[in-house]
């Protein structure tokens, strides 16, 4: 059964950039059709789609953030990680990792497939 585990800093300052990590366990990293996805809900919203990179390395990501985010993969060791670059307070969220079959850049409810996310909060 696969498995996703988010690991990250916690606490970000101003213009830094964001570094997350998902490790995948329980199966293979290169899953075809898959896309590993990344989604974060901001305190008091709902969830919001951040990007996402295919099994074949294809990357997507939110118009919103204005090229800032960079999902990627390192298949040898089976984590997949986003950078967030020039973060500000307003990228404080619980950020999630989760596997779909398909591109989904709008999210009402959580993934079947995630991990239990972890919180990044950015402030000085």
């Known amino acids: 059964q696969v498995q996703l585990q988010e690991s990250g800093p916690g606490l970000v300052k101003p213009s830094q950039t964001l570094s997350l990590t998902c490790t995948v366990s329980?199966?293979?990293?290169?899953?075809?059709?898959?896309?590993y996805t990344w989604i974060r809900q901001p305190p008091g919203t709902g969830l919001e789609w951040v990007g996402a990179?295919?099994?074949?390395?294809?990357?997507y990501y939110s118009p919103s953030l204005k090229g800032r985010a960079s999902p990627s993969r390192d298949t040898s060791k089976k984590p997949f990680t986003l950078q967030l670059s020039s973060v500000t307070p307003e990228d404080t969220a619980i950020y999630y990792c989760?596997?779909?079959?398909?591109?989904?850049?709008?999210?009402?409810?959580?993934?079947?497939?995630r991990g239990q996310g972890t919180q990044v909060t950015v402030s000085s």
């Open positions: 990179i295919r099994y074949d390395g294809s990357t």
């Open positions: 329980g199966g293979s990293v290169i899953a075809y059709n898959s896309y």
């Open positions: 989760a596997r779909e079959t398909d591109l989904v850049r709008y999210y009402t409810r959580p993934p079947i497939l």
